[in-house]
Each structure stands twice: as C-alpha cells, then as structure tokens.
C-alpha cells in the first residue's frame, strides 16, 4: 500500500488528487498533461509545426514543471490519514462495545455518535455503528454508513468486515423479500370477508 501511495510522485498533481481530491492537484496534472502532449505532438507527430529552439524550451519546460512538482510533492507529501483515537475517545468506544455486547443499542449508538464527533475518522467506531444499525433493522443507514466507511483510507483496514456487513445486509434484504412476497400474493387472491353480507 505504501509502494502505491510513493507511485502518485510520477505525476505532477497527482498526490494531492489521488490522496485528497485536491482540485489543485487537478489542475496541476491536468497542466502537466496538456503540456507532455503538446510536446510529444510537436516532436513526433506533426514535426514541421514549430522550429527546434521552440522544442527545446517545450521539452525543458515540460522537465522543470515534473522536477519542481515532484521535489515539492515529495517534500510535502500528503501523510496517510489516519484514525488516531484520543483517550476520551477510548473510553467512549469501550462503553459504546460494552453496551453494544449488553444489547443495549440506545446507549451504544449515543457513545458512538459523540465518539465520531470527537474521533470522526475512527474506522472502528464507524464499522460498529454500521454494525449496530443493521442489527436493529435500519438498514438503510446502515448501508450509507457502510459504503462511506469502505471509501475512506479509514476503512482499509476493515475492509472485509465492512464486506461481511454488507453480504448480512443484502442477504437479510432477500429473507425480508422472501417472508414479504407470499403474504402479499395470499392477499390478493383471498377472496374478501364480508362479501356475504
């Protein structure tokens, strides 16, 4: 994973796309795209376009923006985020898992959520509170809360417990379906009570 994150040099702008959606990444890799283009056109492509003192300033242009955009990208790179959790926020979790253990699911979710306000980028307590949504039925919630937590660097290190939930969702979706589909087909062809009457 590190090895990865260390590839986004290669290209202007792209650590802080790639790592944080930074709309100036966006345009810096986007400059540096535009630029190699126009630079490998002009030379190979359509090569009686321009003269070669204009290909040379091209070419050393096109290398001055990579060597300066890597060198400050590389000197700034973007730490991974992390879910660093501070002491209350400890104490928090382990009162939100004890009552969690304890079905005690009002209590649960209170912690968690003040846990999240202090803690917002904790991984552990977001699977929990996915978790503890699907296990009293709001399954929607359960669902976004889920899918966000399987989007964010967060959520890499959960992410087949964050599998598992979303398999136990679909699959209580289907026996949900599967009780409700009957019921409603043996309500539509009863004939109806007070028809005598």
């Known amino acids: 994973m590190h ?3 260390h590839l986004t040099l290669l290209w202007p702008g792209l650590p802080w796309l790639w790592l944080r959606g930074s709309l100036t990444g966006l345009v810096l890799a986007l400059a540096f795209g535009v630029a190699v283009d126009v630079a490998v056109l002009t030379t190979w492509i359509w090569t009686g376009l321009v003269e070669p003192p204009f290909l040379i300033a091209l070419w050393t242009a096109t290398a001055a923006i990579w060597l300066v955009s890597t060198a400050s990208a590389a000197a700034a790179f973007p730490p991974p985020i992390r879910s660093v959790r501070p002491e209350e926020a400890d104490r928090l979790f382990l009162e939100a898992r004890d009552a969690y253990l304890a079905r005690d ?3 649960a979710e209170a912690r968690l959520r ?3 306000d202090i803690a917002p980028t904790d991984g552990e307590a977001q699977l929990l509170l996915g978790t503890l949504l699907r296990r009293v039925g ?3 919630e359960a669902r976004q809360a889920l899918e966000k937590l399987s989007r964010s660097d967060s959520g890499s ?3 087949d417990a964050i599998a598992a939930e979303l398999d136990r969702l679909d699959a209580d979706a289907k026996a949900l379906q599967s009780v409700i589909l ?3 087909a043996a309500a539509q062809t009863a004939p109806p009570r007070n028809a005598a009457a």
């Open 3 to 5: 090895a990865a994150r």
């Open 105 to 107: 699911w009002v209590a």
């Open 114 to 116: 003040v846990l999240l």
């Open 138 to 140: 709001r399954t929607t």
């Open 157 to 159: 290190v959960w992410r």
């Open 182 to 184: 009957p019921l409603a």
